[in-house]
């Protein structure tokens, strides 16, 4: 690969790449393109497409109504609580206009 499509590629990525860095990369894209001209060498014809290599299954329980954990057991190691509930730092404040 060229270090003026390395320098284009920096650009437009808004990377700033000092000159030891453009060779490095030069060397590296170099070998992985190659590598790539290599892989497209293989004969794949009858190889099905796929988009994972191990297969995925989807764990769903049943849906079904259980009882919940009593409010105290819930609430038994927070650090601060309020009645029936967690008590929590604000995270939204208010904010004041100037009228």
Do not use: C, W
């Not at 790539?36 to 099905?48: M, P």
């Amino acid at each position: 690969m060229e270090e003026e499509k390395i320098r284009y590629l920096a650009h437009l990525a808004r990377i700033q790449l000092s000159e030891e860095e453009v060779h490095a990369l030069k060397k590296d894209l170099s070998q992985l393109l190659d590598y790539v001209g290599q892989l497209k060498s293989l004969a794949t014809d009858e190889v099905e497409p796929t988009n994972a290599v191990l297969p995925a299954y989807n764990r769903f329980r049943k849906d079904e109504i259980t009882l919940s954990m009593p409010v105290e057991k819930a609430l038994a190691n927070a650090p601060d609580r309020m009645g029936d509930f967690f008590r929590v730092p604000r995270v939204i404040t208010e904010r004041k206009t100037n009228e």
